[in-house]
């Protein structure tokens, strides 16, 4: 897969949902989608993705709190791994069902970094 262009953004929308928004441009196709995560379980995810791009063999992590069961662990080669993010929402909640967002680490940094601009 070449990645021709790789974007991520955050924003709080109705209902406190964080919608994260992946475009992952390959041969002209988009490969990226969205999550959906309560808004009080984006710090848990920014700082666990910071200590995933700071640490080597990163053992996945978990939360399960309210509607959400987030996950968040890295795959791929060592020379270039990708960052995992999935949440399962409750299929009964706003936006529930299955998400899953896989980034290159530069797209990480940056949704840590809009993820914490949220507040």
Not at 63 to 69: C, I, M, S, Y
């Amino acid at each position: 897969m070449k990645v021709e262009r790789e974007l991520i953004s955050a924003s709080i929308e109705a209902n406190r949902l964080v919608r994260i928004r992946h475009a992952q441009i390959d041969t002209g196709q988009d490969m990226g989608g969205q999550l959906w995560l309560e808004a009080q379980h984006a710090r848990w995810v920014t700082d666990n993705l910071r200590i995933c791009m700071e640490t080597y063999a990163f053992a996945p992590v978990d939360l399960r709190d309210g509607e959400d069961h987030l996950r968040i662990f890295e795959s791929g080669h060592e020379l270039a791994p990708v960052i995992n993010l999935r949440n399962r929402r409750a299929n009964e909640a706003a936006h529930g069902g299955v998400y899953a967002l896989m980034m290159s680490r530069g797209i990480a940094v940056q949704l840590a970094r809009a993820l914490h601009a949220l507040g």
